[in-house]
């Protein structure tokens, strides 16, 4: 019989689907039956979560909890109670804080309580990005804080912590290189609300394409309600739904260029994904937006429409081959540095260290008896 692992999440997305599908090859992987997506929920779910560890727990070789919040208490307290290492991955809006923006957990008092108790409790931390640990804040002018990130906010905050960056598929996230629309624009923006409109920098992109007519863009993830709000749009923006990766990757597939212009990120996937199409990316110096760019493509210095423009002026006036060359180093870059082998040989490794530690800690004690 295999070994038994808890995966544990608000909301079960794609990127966590692709944790428990490499966890799966080793172990018996069980998860919640339900989602903490419903606040009027949330005492029900508390119930709920209390059964599911009371009758899995003990039974476990370990667990694992996607972003801090409600959800992360329980499975921490139960760990530190039975003596079972529970590790949390931090991956965005349970690190930061804009409540001038009503955004971030962090900016909620109680929900602040509840990540400060569970990040406090846990056998350790797994943020997908250096940037969620403590980074300085660049982009708006004026922000909330001069920094974000859970060290930031907790400073006296002793659980150790191991940057386990997300994980891709190069072959999955292909395409051709040469059959690329000359300057397209292409963006995965999921928005439902007006907040989520100004976080995830639709608002600039909709700004920049009145501005740029002769240019195409593409937002992917925008409601039907939330588009209708926002009319009248510019013709040449183009506004999808959210889509099955297979209609996906085909337009990042004829997209020469990808933005994120977001106001707050942790480790943004789509970004990656579209880079892995050959797609050069453009974005904002957040979360992990600077590092996962690096040199294949631009960082954007501040949202300021004729700052913004300029700087896209510059990006218009590169040259095919050179938008060629960048293209093919942003595959060669997650593909490189961001392959999901890469996160399942971090996981098989935390977990052996966590073999070797209990064998260690059985041996004393049967020295000492």
């Known amino acids: 019989m295999r070994e038994k692992i808890l995966y544990i999440y608000p909301d079960c997305s794609t990127f966590i689907q692709k944790d428990i599908a490499f966890l799966s090859r080793k172990y018996e992987v069980v998860t919640p039956g339900h989602t903490w997506s ?3 929920r949330t005492p029900l779910n508390f119930f709920i979560q209390l059964l599911f560890l009371s009758r899995h727990m003990l039974s476990c070789r370990a667990v694992f909890v996607m972003f801090g919040g409600y959800w992360s208490f329980l499975p921490a307290l139960f760990g530190k109670i039975t003596g079972k290492s529970v590790y949390i991955i931090p991956g965005g809006t349970d690190c930061v804080s804009f409540p001038s923006l009503n955004y971030g957990s962090l900016r909620k008092p109680v929900m602040r309580a509840f990540i ?24 708006l002018e004026n922000p909330d804080y001069p920094k974000q990130g859970f060290k930031y906010f907790f400073p006296n905050l002793n659980t150790p912590y191991q940057v386990i960056h997300n994980g891709f598929d190069p072959e999955f996230f292909n395409s051709d290189p040469s059959v690329k629309r000359s ?18 920098g639709v608002d600039l992109l909709i700004d920049l394409a009145k501005r740029f007519s002769h240019c195409s863009f593409t937002l992917v993830g925008i409601s039907e309600s939330m588009a209708a709000q926002l009319a ?3 013709a040449n923006l183009r506004l999808c739904s959210l889509l099955p990766k297979e209609e996906f990757i085909s337009l990042l597939a004829e997209s020469q260029f990808v933005l994120q212009l977001s106001v707050s990120e942790g480790f943004p996937n789509a970004l990656c994904e579209a880079m892995l199409c050959h797609c050069i990316p453009v974005g904002s110096p957040v979360g992990a937006i600077p590092a ?18 300029a700087r896209f002026e510059e990006i218009l006036k590169s040259e095919p081959e ?25 996981f098989a490794e935390l977990l052996e260290q966590q073999s070797r530690s209990k064998d260690q800690r059985l041996g004393k004690r049967f020295t000492f008896l």
């Open 183 to 200: 300057d397209s624009f292409i963006a995965l923006a999921p928005v439902s609300n007006m907040v989520r409109v100004r976080i995830k």
């Open 116 to 139: 400060k108790w569970s990040f406090s409790l846990c056998t350790k931390l797994l943020p997908v990005d250096e940037s969620l640990v403590e980074s300085e804040y660049h982009w």
């Open 232 to 234: 009248p749009l510019p």
């Open 322 to 346: 050179t938008r060629l060359q960048l293209g093919l180093k942003a595959r060669e870059r997650i593909a490189a540095t961001y392959h999901i082998e890469r996160r399942e040989a971090a």
């Open 38 to 40: 419903n606040k009027n």
């Open 292 to 309: 996962i760019i690096g040199e294949t493509g631009f960082i954007l210095s501040s949202p300021e429409r004729n700052c913004l423009y």
